[in-house]
C-alpha cells in the first residue's frame, strides 16, 4: 500500500546537476529497499541505482557510475538521486520504486511512482 511521488525533474543542459526526491506515504518506509529507474518511449525500464533499508548497501547501474548518488532520511521518508555531469543520454522519465523483501539486491519492486521527466539538452 505504499504511495511513492516523485519530483526535482526539469531541463537543464549538458554537464549540469539535478536532485531527484521520493517521499513515500505510510509509516514503514524503512522497511523497504529504494530504487530508481529510468524509462524512454519505446525502450526498456533500465535500472539506476538502489539502496537498502538502512542505506548501507547501494548499487548503481554502470551508466551512473561516479556521476549519480543515491541516499535516504529514513526520518524524512524520502530517498534522493542526486545526478552531476549530466548528458543528453540520461533524458527520460525517471521512477521511484520500493521492494519489500528481504534479498538484496531486490530481484523485484513492489511499489512505483508516477514518475519525473529529465531532458538534458546538447
Known amino acids: 500500500q505504499a504511495q511513492l511521488v516523485e519530483s526535482g525533474g526539469g531541463l537543464v543542459q549538458t554537464g549540469g546537476s539535478l536532485r531527484l526526491s521520493c517521499a513515500a506515504s505510510g509509516r514503514t518506509f524503512s522497511s523497504y529497499t529504494m530504487g530508481w529507474f529510468r524509462q524512454v518511449p519505446g525502450k526498456e525500464r533500465e535500472f539506476v541505482a538502489a539502496?537498502?533499508?538502512?542505506?548501507?548497501?547501494?548499487k548503481y547501474a554502470d551508466s551512473g557510475k561516479g556521476r549519480f548518488t543515491i541516499s535516504r532520511d529514513n526520518a524524512k521518508n524520502t530517498v534522493y538521486l542526486q545526478m552531476n555531469s549530466l548528458k543528453p543520454e540520461d533524458t527520460a522519465v525517471y521512477y521511484c520504486a520500493a521492494a519489500g523483501g528481504t534479498r538484496w539486491p531486490p530481484s523485484e519492486y513492489d511499489y512505483w511512482g508516477q514518475g519525473t521527466q529529465v531532458t538534458v539538452s546538447s
Open positions: 539502496i537498502s533499508r538502512g542505506g548501507g548497501g547501494i
